[in-house]
């Protein structure tokens, strides 16, 4: 089985400031690792995925996340936060055996002018 | 990638009575799950649903209170049975597979209010 823990609740930011949003999963087995982002009052939306290779991936809305497997970490950032990223995110992970995906508790993204 | 869609995207309903949700998925997957997302919560699994046989349940769930049914690769259905004002949550229905390169995607949900 695996576990994804967000560490914080939430994190407020000025617009144009970096951002890290933090992500870090226990698992026994190889993992798929996935950030989505929920807006309010809608669905999720996936903004990054690291399934195999390059450890560091690029998503949607300049978004990226670097894969840590020493440190079992999947940390999202990004260099310049817009309001418009004010949103739940949420880290997951699943393992490659095609099971379903394990949510982290999320992180409510405040960006204030 | 693959669009999901549900009906309906809202209702609010007694106390006692039953609501089935259904869940379309626009190419064909291998995997659909039923998740559940509390108010101000993250999503709760709860049930992976197979095509042509029982559903598999998480710990905490079960098939007289969540039956599924899942007919085809790209259609299933969520019952919410003899409702209590707990169950007011959003449903998610997702789906994943080869056609979605392993990405699990989404539905919009249904956002269920028991009165």
């Known amino acids: 089985a695996q576990s994804v823990t967000q560490l914080d609740s939430q994190v407020p930011v000025f617009e144009e400031a970096p951002v890290e949003l933090r992500c870090n999963y226990s698992?026994?087995?190889?993992?798929?690792l996935f950030w989505y982002v929920q807006y309010p009052n809608q669905g999720l939306q996936l903004l990054l995925k690291?399934?195999?290779?390059?450890?560091l991936v690029k998503g949607i809305n300049g978004f990226e996340a670097e894969f840590n497997k020493s440190q079992t970490s999947f940390h999202l950032r990004k260099p310049s936060v817009h309001i418009s990223d004010t949103a739940e995110y949420f880290c997951?992970?699943?393992?490659?055996?095609?099971?379903?995906?394990?949510f982290g508790s999320g992180t409510r993204l405040q960006v204030q002018p | 990638s693959a669009v999901i869609s549900q009906k309906p995207s809202r209702d609010i309903c007694q106390r006692g009575t039953s609501l089935t949700i259904q869940c379309q998925v626009d190419?064909?997957?291998?995997?659909m799950f039923w998740y559940r997302q509390q108010p101000g919560q993250s999503l709760t699994l709860i049930a992976t649903?197979?095509?042509?046989?029982?559903?598999?349940?998480e710990s905490g769930f079960v098939i007289d209170k969540f039956p599924i049914s899942r007919p085809n690769l790209t259609f299933s259905t969520l019952t919410v049975s003899n409702m209590s004002p707990e169950d007011s949550s959003i449903y998610l229905c997702?789906?994943?597979?080869?056609?979605?390169?392993?990405?699990?995607?989404f539905g919009p949900g249904t956002r269920l209010l028991v009165l």
């Open positions: 997951a992970v699943s393992d490659t055996g095609r099971r379903a995906l394990t």
């Open positions: 698992s026994s087995v190889s993992v798929y």
């Open positions: 690291y399934l195999s290779g390059s450890t």
């Open positions: 190419s064909q997957v291998t995997m």
């Open positions: 649903a197979n095509q042509g046989s029982e559903a598999t349940y």
């Open positions: 997702s789906g994943r597979g080869t056609a979605t390169g392993e990405t699990q995607y």
